[in-house]
């Protein structure tokens, strides 16, 4: 999301501050990786194991540092708990 902030980062080359702007905006909507894993995996919907296989920050999808994902993130479907590629027939 390309909120002032976000654009001060790149703008001023400073892309690796990127991520901690991401875990204190997300009552703006942003959202990590590693907090869309945790969900997906307090969700069942998604291995514990499969999670942090993908993620560069494990302990905090294992964890509970990642507890600010309440809901799902926007990349997953509230109504069938699945991500959806755009055009599919669940898709809006």
Request: with cysteine; glycine share 4%.
């Amino acid at each position: 999301m390309a909120t002032a902030a976000v654009r001060n980062l790149i703008r001023d080359n400073k892309v690796a501050q990127l991520r901690n702007v991401m875990v204190t905006s997300s009552d703006e909507g942003m959202c990590t990786l590693e907090a869309a894993l945790a969900w997906l995996v307090r969700a069942g919907m998604v291995s514990e194991a499969d999670a942090v296989a993908r993620s560069l920050y494990p302990d905090e999808v294992t964890s509970l540092r990642a507890p600010y994902v309440t809901h799902a993130p926007a990349a997953v479907s509230d109504e069938v708990g699945v991500p959806q590629k755009p055009g599919s027939a669940l898709s809006a």
